[in-house]
Structure formats: structure tokens, C-alpha cells
């Protein structure tokens, strides 16, 4: 079986060799074993693909800005076309500094590929696209998404951490993010989508971060604030 390359240019990776089964069932175990190969092998090739391509972040293995953005204009030109729902989780690492500073860049440099292990986890749907937006800054589009839907992942992210400290070097770090949530139609535009996430991730840091916030018929939510 030729082992191909997914894309406009289906390049030839290689050649998976297979004896013949013999029995029915046998046939059936080197099918199941194949598919669930295929399944494995996918996500893994298309990640290594994107860092080649540049857009993957080598450090989180999250997405770029760039590829956001585009990928955040398609979603708003199907939410024109029909309505279907979108919306935007941002993140950001409470006192990020202070890991470059108190202790160093490679302790920075790990909090970062930790969260970024923490959003991967923590996704449900294969559609969501997770980006380092900034130093420690992450954006994630959820499509046919509500607040609810977005609030719930967001608040997946938080308890990862929360229950997931940093082990490094015999030290632990607590890691701690505040998110802000906004869904498609809470804004006149993308444009304004973007300053009303910029917005509530600044009333979270202001009171008291560790947090997800939300503004839900006019009123700012917060949700589920760790002690």
C-alpha cells in the first residue's frame, strides 16, 4: 500500500508491505490495526507538515498568528453566508514575567510548551483552531460554537492546569491563565469581536485573574474562579 502525502501534491512518503491475511478474520485484525494506524499516524504527519510550513509555533505547537487570522476570516464569512454560530476564546499566562525573571528563559520557554500541551489536551473538536497570538497570548476560534460551548472549553483549560503543575528540575510551577470568551454575535464585527476579547481579558486581570470571563446579556461573567 503507497503511503501518500495529503495536499494538492500527493507525494509518495512510502510503501506499507502486507502478507496476506489468510482467514476472514485475520483480514478483519490487519483492517482494524490499519485504520486505527491511519488514525494515529494523520494528526502527527499534518502537525509535523504545518512547523514545516511555518504555521506552527515550534514552541507551543499551536498554530501562528497568521493562520488564525485567515482561518478567522473564513469563519466569519460562513457566519455571513448562514449564520452559523463562531466564537473566540483569548488566554492569557497570569505574571508570565515573573518565570523569565525570578527564574529563566528555559523555565519560561517550558511554561509556554505547557500550556500549549494544556490547550491540545483539553480540545474536543478537531475543527478548533488553537494559536500563540503573542509572547504568551493564545487565541482559539471554536466553530458552530456558542458563549456556553467556548466557556466550557475555556474553563477544560484552566482545570487542566490547575490539576497539572510544571515539574522541572525538582521545582514545581503553578501555572495559572485568565480567559476571556466572546461569541460572534456579540459584535458588530471581527474587528470589534477582537477589542471586546482585549476588553474582558483586561477586567479579568484587573479583578483578580485566574478566571474566565464572559458578558452575557449585557452583564460581565465571571466563571468559576480558582481559590
Known amino acids: 500500500?503507497?503511503?501518500?502525502?495529503a495536499g494538492q501534491h500527493e507525494?509518495?512518503?512510502?510503501?506499507?508491505?502486507i502478507l496476506h491475511p489468510?482467514?476472514?478474520?485475520?483480514?478483519?485484525?490487519?483492517?482494524?490495526l490499519l485504520s486505527s494506524?491511519?488514525?494515529?499516524?494523520?494528526?502527527?504527519?499534518?502537525?509535523?507538515?504545518?512547523?514545516?510550513?511555518?504555521?506552527?509555533?515550534?514552541?507551543?505547537?499551536?498554530?501562528?498568528r497568521g493562520?488564525?487570522?485567515?482561518?478567522?476570516?473564513?469563519a466569519e464569512r460562513v457566519y455571513r453566508d448562514s449564520q452559523t454560530p463562531f466564537a473566540v476564546i483569548m488566554l492569557d499566562i497570569d505574571h508570565f514575567k515573573n518565570f523569565n525573571d525570578r527564574h529563566s528563559y528555559a523555565v519560561?520557554?517550558?511554561?509556554?510548551?505547557h500550556v500549549g500541551r494544556a490547550i491540545t489536551d483539553t480540545g474536543l473538536s478537531v475543527d478548533d483552531v488553537e494559536a500563540r497570538v503573542g509572547g504568551e497570548e493564545v487565541k482559539i476560534l471554536c466553530p458552530d460554537t456558542d458563549l456556553q460551548g467556548a466557556i466550557r472549553r475555556a474553563e477544560r483549560i484552566r482545570a487542566c492546569l490547575a490539576d497539572r503543575p510544571l515539574e522541572l528540575g525538582g521545582q514545581r510551577f503553578e501555572i495559572k491563565v485568565t480567559v476571556a470568551v466572546v461569541e460572534r454575535n456579540q459584535a458588530e464585527n471581527i474587528e470589534q469581536l477582537g477589542a471586546n476579547l482585549d476588553?474582558?481579558?483586561?477586567?479579568?486581570?484587573?479583578?483578580?485573574?485566574?478566571?474566565?470571563?464572559?458578558?452575557?446579556?449585557?452583564i460581565i461573567n465571571r466563571v468559576a474562579v480558582t481559590d
Open 1 to 5: 500500500l503507497p503511503i501518500l502525502r
Open 11 to 17: 507525494d509518495v512518503l512510502g510503501v506499507l508491505n
Open 22 to 32: 489468510g482467514s476472514l478474520e485475520l483480514q478483519r485484525q490487519w483492517e482494524f
Open 37 to 64: 494506524l491511519i488514525r494515529i499516524l494523520n494528526p502527527v504527519c499534518r502537525q509535523l507538515e504545518d512547523t514545516v510550513a511555518g504555521t506552527r509555533d515550534p514552541l507551543m505547537g499551536l498554530y501562528t
Open 67 to 74: 493562520y488564525f487570522e485567515n482561518a478567522l476570516i473564513s
Open 108 to 113: 519560561g520557554d517550558a511554561v509556554l510548551a
Open 199 to 218: 476588553a474582558l481579558l483586561h477586567q479579568g486581570k484587573l479583578t483578580g485573574r485566574d478566571r474566565t470571563v464572559a458578558k452575557h446579556h449585557g
